[in-house]
């Protein structure tokens, strides 16, 4: 006979590595970690930046629940935060998940900026004169020149 005591685990630790691989994210996770994803981290970073401390995750649970009592459900609430994260991002704005309750009621009317693009030749930019109907040049100096290029020569840049 064995006298060997074995010691038993509490029912409520048997197995407890196992269900929470099966537990999939709660809906406050799927909305923080949503919120990480387009700042442009990745779930490993976040849990890596989360066990240095440079992330404290339980800072973001309140207003994700809230953010989820407003919206309803948790593709909206996601639905939410990407209109504001692509509203910020293109107007190179910080943006937390509490700017979504802020810009709640004109998320319909949040869009990004556009992109402005401008014409060059050579270098200088081309103006298009509305009345004359015609491409001017303003050189470096200030002149207006008439365009006699090729459309093919005239290079559009994006300006920030």
């Known amino acids: 006979m064995n ?3 074995v010691k038993k ?3 409520s630790l048997a197995g407890a590595p196992e269900r929470r691989k099966k537990l999939e994210e709660t809906e ?3 909305v923080v970690n949503h919120y990480f994803y387009t700042k442009g981290l990745t779930l490993e970073k976040i849990k890596k930046d989360a066990k240095k401390k440079k992330i404290i995750y339980s800072r973001f649970t309140r207003p994700a629940r809230q953010l989820l009592t407003l919206a309803g459900s948790t593709q909206k ?5 990407d209109t504001v994260a692509a509203w910020a991002n293109s107007r190179k704005l ?3 998940i509490e700017t979504v309750f802020k810009k709640w009621l004109e998320l319909d009317r949040l869009k990004p900026k556009e992109i402005v693009k401008k014409p060059y030749f050579q270098g200088d930019l081309l103006v298009w004169s509305g009345a004359k109907r015609k491409w001017y040049v303003i ?3 200030g ?3 008439e ?3 090729r459309d093919d020569e005239v290079e559009w840049r994006i300006i920030k």
């Open 3 to 5: 006298n060997k005591k």
């Open 9 to 11: 685990k509490p029912a």
């Open 28 to 30: 406050i996770q799927q």
């Open 77 to 81: 609430a996601i639905k939410a935060l």
């Open 94 to 96: 910080d943006y937390a």
């Open 139 to 141: 050189s470096k100096d």
């Open 143 to 145: 002149d207006w020149l």
């Open 147 to 149: 365009f006699a290029g």
